[in-house]
């Protein structure tokens, strides 16, 4: 008699359907449970293990070769869990009593008679292990926008705006609800500001920057099809015009000038679009659409000036414009003390600079050697300059990993400029507008800690996805579109 084996049979293929809905859901997660970068907020182990499963499953669903193309940024993020690792490895008393900041702890090892006790590189060894697990957020969104179609890349757009516009809302909601609303998802956060699904002001004005960016490029997409879509293009249109109010309500000085430049930008692009649309469809107008086409080009003149003339003058009379306020004002206590602090923190990094005190220990480290005259009831969580803290938590080895990450994110780039250079302005386009969103997390890194920040470093991920996509598609897009 046979015996009959039960066993579990997977497709070959999953369809892309399925792909996007898993992406979806999990963009859906992360951008409610990871609006903070705290390691005590409530949410955040739940959504790590979220994060898990839905790795594991992208690796299931995940199309024969297409982990090839992610291949790069995956090994980066694969050495920075390793140095991490590394920093909460147990080291002899004789070499890590040695280590810069070290020698007080060890002091208090001898008073309490424990002379001979161990301890890892890192300072704070459960904050660096909470760094470690952070990184599961953007694995697991490497993995899954991996599978992802490359012609379908532009989708990755729409929910960078579609996450902009939920954010915005729930800041609509926040201010008709007061600062003392549940609305407000963090109990440490902002009160007051317009923060949306976010802890932080700069966080959500950062966020609204990228979205002028995504409503940019997309209405420039909708411009170059041959069925135009009015509501769709009005609906995008608006939501510039949304995003630009509430960044200057916000009160985030960093977003006020991403959101200047990211007006400028999606303003020439659409001015670019609008320009070869045609040339692009390779049609004849007709002269009905001639006399549109020229009411339109004056209106793209007029309309932006005399929209953001009023707005920008409402505002700033009712007393709501924050981020301009503040601008004008000069700098206020925290950004005196964190202007103070800077000594303070290049100092560190000169006696930290060869294998950092663990990543997650900046405000421990700083609080060793802080000056008399900072000290207050509240503490410096951050240097809220990531170029500075990164390599003072990581040291050399993690500063060599992010420069790989720089030097590789720079040459893909350029190649899909120097690809599209030559192509209808179209596709060049969309590369100028990526670039100008990595230019953003450059940029914000200055004066604060973005990609520190879950939901922000899921999307960051969606940006290389569609920078390595955008380069695998080639000349296709074209044809395509």
């Given at each position: ?171 609509l909601l926040q201010f008709m609800a007061g600062p003392r609303s549940p609305l407000y998802l963090y109990r440490i956060t902002n009160e007051g500001s317009l923060v949306g699904l976010f802890a932080n002001r700069n ?279």
């Open positions: 008699m046979k015996k009959t084996k039960l066993s579990l049979r997977l497709p070959q293929e999953f369809s892309p359907r399925a792909l996007w809905v898993v992406l979806i859901t999990f963009a859906l997660i992360v951008t409610v449970m990871g609006g903070g970068s705290r390691s005590d907020i409530a949410s955040i182990p739940l959504l790590r293990a979220i994060a898990v499963a839905f790795a594991f499953l992208a690796i299931v669903m995940m199309p024969t070769g297409a982990v090839r193309a992610i291949r790069v940024p995956l090994l980066l993020l694969a050495a920075l869990a390793f140095w991490m690792v590394l920093q909460l490895v147990p080291l002899p008393v004789g070499i890590w009593s040695a280590l810069p900041e070290r020698e007080l702890i060890h002091s208090i090892d001898v008073l309490l008679g424990h002379p001979n006790r161990w301890r890892p590189l890192s300072l704070t060894p459960s904050l660096t292990l909470n760094s470690l697990m952070s990184l599961v957020v953007p694995a697991a969104a490497l993995l899954i926008v991996a599978g992802i179609p490359n012609r379908d890349r532009h989708r990755l757009w729409w929910l960078l705006w579609a996450f902009a516009l939920a954010s915005s809302g729930l800041a966080h959500q004005a950062f966020l609204l920057s990228f979205g002028i960016l995504a409503s940019s490029w997309l209405l420039v997409k909708e411009m170059a099809r041959k069925v135009r879509r009015p509501l769709v293009t009005a609906a995008l249109g608006g939501s510039i015009i949304l995003f630009l109010i509430l960044i200057l309500v916000t009160g985030s000085r960093l977003g006020l000038m991403c959101g200047c430049i990211a007006l400028v930008v999606g303003y020439l692009v659409i001015c670019w679009g609008f320009r070869i649309r045609y040339r692009r469809l390779n049609v004849v107008p007709s002269e009905k659409a001639v006399r549109s086409d020229t009411i339109a080009r004056y209106a793209l003149v007029v309309f932006p000036v005399l929209i953001v003339s009023v707005t920008g003058a409402l505002i700033y009379a009712s007393g709501r414009a924050s981020s301009i306020t503040r601008l004008l004002e000069g700098g206020d206590n925290v950004s005196e003390v964190r202007l103070a602090a800077l000594g303070t923190v290049l100092a560190q990094l000169r006696e930290q600079w060869l294998f950092g005190s663990g990543f997650g220990s900046f405000a421990k480290l700083f609080q060793l050697a802080e000056p008399d005259e900072l000290l207050q009831p509240s503490y410096l969580n951050h240097a809220h300059n990531d170029w500075l803290q990164f390599p003072l938590e990581g040291g050399l080895p993690a500063t060599l990993v992010a420069i790989a990450a720089i030097v590789w994110v720079g040459s893909s780039l350029f190649a899909l400029l120097r690809q599209r250079w030559a192509g209808d302005g179209v596709g060049l386009i969309e590369a100028i507008i990526l670039v100008t969103s990595f230019a953003f997390l450059a940029i914000g890194s200055l004066v604060d800690y973005p990609l520190r920040q879950p939901s922000i470093m899921m999307f960051a991920m969606f940006l290389i996805a569609i920078a390595v996509k955008g380069r695998a598609d080639g000349s296709g897009w074209r044809k395509r579109n």
